[in-house]
């Protein structure tokens, strides 16, 4: 037993070091693509830099984002009026997809760290998505992503962030409703990703209620939170404050109030209505993401 534990601490410290040199490989790839990044070459790097992410996950892309941002002035690129560099324009297309296709939290914390402590400001953020054309919902994603950074100061000023451009959100529409294809609402649309993280965190952050006390059902009732069209996912949000419960109005009143425009409620409709319910009984964060919502309806047993 002695000389197996032996062994086994022997191979522990030489393991790690095998990791750390693969891990030094990956990154030095990373630095050298980075560094010769041009226009004749951008397809190509972006092409092998997104192979590394794909392998690797978000480890390697939050060192390419932190990479990539070592080179940007986004201050700078975010008044320019001429057209973006290659380097600025992966970083975008980058941070674009990382915020559309899942949690981006882990690699835009660790692209902040790489700035160093306090770099991170609201001043910067607004900045940080001219520079990159992010939308507002975007920026919005960006900021939610970085309250939970290490760094104090980083969490604080992405609060700020958001609290500052909590008007501007609770007049943006979510892509597809009727007010977005109307051109209405005097904002950017929002998509159901975008609608749905910021009513999350309306309901976990008091303050950003306090500073726009309508945020919630703004954004609910351009998400159409009373419609037969509503994402599921959007629907125990729909709170008229945080605090105050869960939307929970049955599909057959919402349709009488509603006028003609619902008279045709159907039963799937009322079924929405019941998993609403449900889900207002786990709390918003049981739809954080499909894999949340997975676990909490695999505690339930099959209809018969």
């Avoid at 994603?141 to 700020?160: M, Q, S, Y």
């Avoid at 892509?175 to 749905?196: F, K, N, P, V, Y």
Wanted: aromatic residues 4%; positive net charge.
């Amino acid at each position: 037993r002695q000389r197996l534990a032996q062994a086994g601490t022997a191979r522990g410290p030489r393991w790690r070091r095998r990791m750390v040199a693969f891990a030094s490989i990956v990154y030095a790839q990373v630095r050298y693509l980075c560094a010769n990044l041009s226009k004749k070459n951008a397809k190509a790097s972006a092409t092998e830099l997104n192979h590394l992410i794909k392998l690797y996950g978000d480890d390697v892309l939050g060192y390419v984002l932190r990479t990539l941002l070592e080179g940007v002035d986004v201050r700078a690129d975010a008044k320019s009026t001429g057209k973006e560099t290659p380097r600025t324009a992966l970083l975008a297309a980058l941070v674009s997809h990382a915020l559309a296709s899942g949690p981006a939290a882990t690699a835009l914390c660790a692209m902040a760290e790489g700035l160093g402590e306090g770099a991170i400001t609201d001043d910067w953020l607004s900045a940080f998505g001219g520079a990159l054309k992010l939308s507002l919902g975007q920026q919005a994603l960006v900021a939610i992503a970085l309250t939970h950074a290490r760094d104090e100061t980083t969490r604080t000023e992405a609060g700020k962030f958001l609290r500052a451009v909590a008007a501007d959100l609770a007049s943006a529409a979510p892509a597809g409703s009727a007010q977005a294809e109307a051109g209405g609402g005097g904002g950017a649309a929002l998509t159901e990703r975008e609608a749905h993280a910021l009513l999350v965190r309306a309901h976990a952050d008091p303050s950003l209620t306090k500073a726009v006390p309508n945020l919630v059902q703004a954004v609910a009732a351009r998400a159409g939170a009373n419609s037969a069209s509503c994402p599921i996912s959007l629907v125990p949000l729909a709170a008229p404050a945080p605090g105050a419960g869960f939307n929970t109005k049955p599909a057959e009143s919402v349709a009488a109030s509603a006028g003609p425009a619902l008279a045709a409620a159907t039963a799937a409709e009322a079924d929405a209505t019941a998993l609403a319910l449900l889900l207002g009984d786990f709390g918003a964060a049981a739809t954080a993401s499909a894999g949340a919502m997975g676990v909490v309806l695999g505690q339930l047993e099959p209809a018969r």
